[in-house]
């Protein structure tokens, strides 16, 4: 899909959201304005703050506008109602326990409802929005496919899956070439290229034969440019790559990298780390301040040894460092060794509550501000697991280029604790590359909220 038409997408259904909610908000307040006394408008105010802010927390944190979530009117549908749900039981959660009694009862119950049925007019009305976009001529490429291989099936498929502004009119092959059924018509040979595109008002030509394999694309190239047809080389790199690879450029340059790393960029690095920086020192002074002494105190009345358990792990670039955590097990040798098992006798009664609850992870706030782990990464492994594992999984020390989290992509979509078989560290493995070649500043916050909602429900996983 064009960028610059998805933002204006996902711009306009935001908007769209925002209307619907607060004219839900007005209506009712119109409706009910002579029963809500005029020393009541400041409780009101900040319930109208407080549910837009939530609204739009908890639409990012969910995704809820990503391309992918949109593009599809099913999923988008089944997401915005799971929101909904969310937003409705905080939304409730925040007057219970706020204590908010000025807000008229029966004006939040006809502002959820009108709600409700709002957003469902709006994901019509999307859908509407969407079918319109794809029958104005004026909006739509249409788009003609040069060659007829597996790189041409599969950006056919793409077409049908990702672009709304985009129509595949069909594929331009020579007939000995074809050599199986196409879901789209070959519709001439490889020197009727420009007839057909000016026949059929073709604005783009995707080319999956390069220059390098037919000369004559040169020429064709010349003549699109002539007819103001844009033309566009797709090359199978699959002989020299079995991945999908990253294209970038040192002046005219072409380098193909084997994955998207947005912290390779210097100002991004920043981003994470003044936001590492603020997280972990307001915890450290505010929260470590008086619960290590109070952890610690119930530590050591319980089994004798230090309150901290230091261990060494596998940090960025593979270099080690000191794991910081509350200590959770009697003092034994096989600490670093052996993790932790369902039921592992060598944890204490006050540890089980401290792994339970991830209070134990909270001096790792400690290891984040002296830069040695980020609040959101891969979790560090132990230098033993770190050996065993890169044996096993393929592409293991790649997780190795970030600094290590003290939560994770992987642990918020529940692969965390006790490994028991190589699938479950291969599954923990993709997540984790998956957020080295996906993250963004708002990745981390979604993923720190997640991890709070986590915790807060109860992980079967810690123990």
Known sequence: MNKQFKRYLQTTLILLDLLVLNICFIIPGLIFRGRIPQTYTKAYISFFFFYNILWIALSFVSGNYIEKIILQFETFTKRT????ILWM?????????????????????????????????NRFLYLGIRNYFKSRDSFINKVLILGYNETADKLASYFEQEAINSSLIGFIEDEDNVK???????????KDTITIAKDFDVQEI????????????????????NECIRFKVVPNLSQFFSKP?????????????????PLDDVGNRLKKRFLDVVISLFVVVFVLSWLIPIIGLLIMIESRGPIFFKQKR????NQPFNCLKFRSMKPNKSA???QATKNDMRVTRIGRILRKTSLDEFPQFINVLRGEMSLVGPRPHMVKHTDDYSKIVEQYMIRHFLKPGITGWAQINGFRGEITEPRQIKLRVQNDLW?????????????????????????????
């Open 81 to 84: 109602l799971q929101v909904f």
């Open 89 to 121: 039981i905080m939304l409730l959660l925040y007057l219970f326990f706020s204590r908010e009694v000025q807000v008229s009862r029966l004006f939040i119950v006809a502002f959820i409802v009108l709600f409700s049925i709002g957003l469902m007019i």
């Open 180 to 190: 199986e059924l196409t879901r789209y018509p070959v519709l001439a040979g490889i």
């Open 206 to 225: 995707y080319s999956t034969i390069t220059p390098e394999q037919n000369i004559f694309i040169y020429k064709l190239i010349e003549m699109a440019e």
């Open 245 to 261: 690879v990253v294209v970038d450029y040192i002046r005219d340059l072409p380098v193909l990298s084997m994955r998207s790393e």
């Open 314 to 317: 596998t940090g960025k670039n």
């Open 336 to 338: 670093d060794l052996q």
């Open 435 to 463: 957020y080295l070649e996906n993250w963004n500043i708002w990745l981390d916050i979604r993923i720190l909220f997640l991890t709070v909602y986590t915790i807060a429900r109860g992980d079967k996983n810690a123990y």
